[in-house]
């Protein structure tokens, strides 16, 4: 049969920016099925004994408090035994009532993470509504599931997803794995190559009910365990004032933590630790 | 065979703006401002959901009259054209000269080449740091694009509005009167004086978003109720 008019206008209506990529600029997205052909040959043969060389962004920690989440993330990106950037950010905010942070290979996941920015707000403008909390974990999804084919050669993204279901009322959590699964978290998540040690000091830190205050300094406390014991991961440093990023969503929306605010937790954890005098 | 008659193109042409000009007169019109706080586009629309004005850009606002389907098709075009830029180069790159004349090229391919011509008039607005920053451009049916100073009226009976919303027009106005001001010349072609708030579309590009709301989206669109609390404020 002939394909209507009418056919064509709707196929071709979209209100994601992705699929707008896809079809008419495919080579800006950061993921494709073709980008694997855009590999040098020698990353396609490698095999997993020489890693490729490129920045890695590492852990991040997420936690429900009274009346939202909180996402926090260390500074550190390492290539091999490197640090790479000692400034990088790894938690961003998706749209107002949603943020998400990045663990893997540095470069892609701060494309996917411009890539996603730019997605909720199109819809956003295109449609004149925002899109469901589970929409947009949804997209998410199909973004790191985009991405597989990088993934099968070490160019892995793993990020983790918070936000404030405004219909609900509760702030909730999202995982992922490489292929693109979605796993809905309680209570606290963490990824990246320190988030073992980050969520051994959660389990304990973390209750039901905590303040934001409270919940701030738990999340940097568990950052600052992940720092003690994984190379990858940085740990608040006071020389060069720098802090993890901390972001809270609730129902007024996602803000970042001053760092006025940060320094001052993460000055108190030293302070309790170095008065502790003990083995960590 | 039938013989075509010969039309000659000047005979067309006019054929064809008369057409688009006849469907643009019969819609109802929209007032962009320029004013202190930043820019006010209000339109006479008793639709909460089937906007005349919407948002293209962090400072980068749309409004238009006409024909629905043909200006939303106009509109989403624009988003993602400043959607695309933004990604691929940066968000400070996209401009309302930019897209404005991408909207010039495409109403002027359409009336040229199209059965019929879009029967739609746009304004793209841009909110600047300063009033004397702003950009006004209205786009019309034929891809001809003008730089606007100050306001931009059209639709409906345009003249009478722009005369009215002209008269009272000043740089220093605020956002409750640039409003007003509108509502103003919106019934100046009518025989009622005033226009209740669910008749109306309103939205702003706010000058100072991001040191008064945190963010650099300055499109807002205000509610029926705060459309009512902003023209009651002097009262």
Request: aromatic residues 8%; contains cysteine; negative net charge.
């Amino acid at each position: 049969m002939q394909e209507t008019t009418a056919n064509q206008v709707a196929a071709s209506a979209t209100s994601s920016f992705t699929e707008h990529l896809q079809r008419e600029r495919p080579g800006l997205l950061p993921f494709g099925l073709r980008s694997a052909e855009h590999l040098p040959a020698a990353a396609l043969t490698a095999n997993a004994a020489v890693p490729l060389q490129v920045p890695h962004g590492t852990t991040i920690v997420a936690l429900s408090y009274a009346g939202g989440v909180l996402m926090a993330g260390d500074r550190r990106a390492t290539m091999g035994n490197v640090i790479a950037s000692r400034h990088i950010e790894k938690v961003f905010p998706a749209d107002q009532y949603s943020v998400l942070g990045i663990a893997g290979t540095a470069g892609i996941a701060l494309d996917i993470t411009r890539l996603f920015q730019v997605e909720l707000e199109h819809y956003e403008k295109i449609e004149g509504t925002l899109l469901s909390l589970e929409g947009k974990a949804n997209r998410l999804g199909a973004m790191i599931r985009g991405n597989l084919p990088m993934a099968m050669q070490g160019l892995a993204v793993v990020p983790l997803f918070a936000g404030f279901d405004r219909p609900a009322g509760v702030g909730r959590l999202f995982s992922y794995d490489v292929t693109g699964g979605r796993y809905e978290e309680q209570e606290h998540h963490t990824v990246g190559s320190g988030s073992v040690f980050a969520r051994g000091a959660l389990k304990k830190l973390w209750r039901p009910n905590l303040t934001e205050e409270e919940a701030v300094a738990v999340a940097v406390e568990a950052l600052y365990d992940a720092a003690d014991d994984d190379s990858a991961t940085g740990g608040p440093d006071p020389i060069r004032r720098l802090w993890p990023v901390v972001y809270t969503v609730s129902r007024s929306g996602a803000f970042r933590v001053p760092d006025r605010e940060l320094a001052a937790v993460a000055g108190r954890i030293i302070e309790s630790r170095a008065i502790a005098q003990r083995e960590a | 065979m039938t013989q075509q008659f010969y039309v000659s193109p000047e005979q067309l042409m006019k054929d064809r703006a008369d057409f688009a000009r006849k469907g643009i007169a019969r819609g109802r019109s929209v007032v962009v401002i320029s004013c202190r706080d930043g820019i006010a586009l209000v339109a006479e629309n008793p639709s909460p959901s089937l906007h005349k004005i919407g948002e293209i850009y962090d400072k980068i606002a749309f409004a238009a009259v006409g024909k629905y389907n043909e200006f939303e098709s106009l509109r989403q075009a624009g988003v993602r054209y400043a959607d695309v830029r933004g990604y691929s180069y940066d968000r400070e790159d996209v401009t309302a000269r930019g897209l404005a004349s991408v909207y010039a090229q495409s109403l002027g391919a359409v009336f040229t080449a199209e059965q019929k011509p879009f029967e739609v008039e746009l304004a793209v607005a841009e909110v600047g740091a300063s009033p004397e920053e702003d950009h006004l451009y209205r786009l019309t049916f034929d891809g001809s694009i003008a730089d606007e100073k100050g306001f931009i009226v059209m639709g409906g009976q345009a003249d009478k509005v722009s005369e009215s919303v002209g008269a009272g027009w000043r740089g220093e106005l605020d956002f409750a009167a640039a409003i007003r001001l509108a509502q103003a010349g919106l019934v100046a072609d009518k025989e009622t004086t005033t226009l209740p708030a669910s008749a109306v579309e309103v939205a702003v590009l706010d000058r100072g978003s991001e040191s008064s709301r945190g963010t650099r989206r300055a499109f807002r669109r205000l509610e029926d109720a705060d459309i009512v609390a902003l023209l009651a404020e002097e009262d």
